[in-house]
């Protein structure tokens, strides 16, 4: 059986996801070996795994990526673990879809995945150069800079769309 699940963890963070057990009370049980107190969980419908998302689902924007970047950037210069940074960020952010994709991100880092492996999982959000920088600032030490450095470019980029959207909108 499917279940999707709504938790907290130990600092109050809500994670949601889906498990496949036998019963809810396995999936109680399982949530609870892994830290987490149970908000809601429910049965899931006959439903494929990963169906397509609601056509009123928040899309994850560039603005969100660029919040990303750029948070994930201060917590690795603090010192945070990317895992332990990862899981604050999902705490901070209100897009649900944003929360499924940090949560997965987490989990797989957790799990021994490099960020920039995990990162090209979603290359609907995070494009080869993304990822590449990602990748090479692991090898050299330098995550944190890059994060910050991809986030400016990323911002700049978006600066400049809005900008020429404005210019051509305006009647000449």
Same mark, same amino acid.
């Given at each position: ?34 830290? $987490? ?38 917590? %690795? ?41 995990? $990162? ?6 995070f494009d080869k150069a993304f990822v590449n920088l990602v990748k090479a ?14 986030? %400016? ?7 400049t769309r809005s900008k020429i959207k404005g210019a051509l909108i305006y009647p000449a």
């Amino acid at each position: 059986m499917r279940f999707i699940y709504q938790a907290k963890d130990s600092q109050g963070s809500l994670r949601s996801g889906e498990l496949n057990v036998d019963s809810p009370e396995a999936a109680t049980t399982q949530l609870r070996q892994q830290g $987490l107190f149970v908000v809601s969980l429910e049965e899931a419908a006959d439903a494929p795994a990963k169906s397509k998302p609601s056509l009123f689902a928040k899309k994850i924007s560039r603005r969100d990526i660029v919040e990303f970047a750029s948070q994930l950037a201060v917590m %690795v210069d603090a010192g945070v673990p990317i895992s332990g940074a990862l899981e604050g960020l999902v705490g901070q952010t209100d897009n649900p879809s944003m929360q499924t994709m940090l949560t997965a991100l987490q989990e797989s880092v957790q799990a021994g995945e490099d960020l920039s492996s995990s $990162l090209a999982k979603y290359p609907k959000h995070f494009d080869k150069a993304f990822v590449n920088l990602v990748k090479a600032s692991e090898a050299s030490g330098q995550l944190g800079p890059m994060l910050e450095r991809i986030a %400016v470019q990323y911002r700049t980029e978006s600066e400049t769309r809005s900008k020429i959207k404005g210019a051509l909108i305006y009647p000449a």
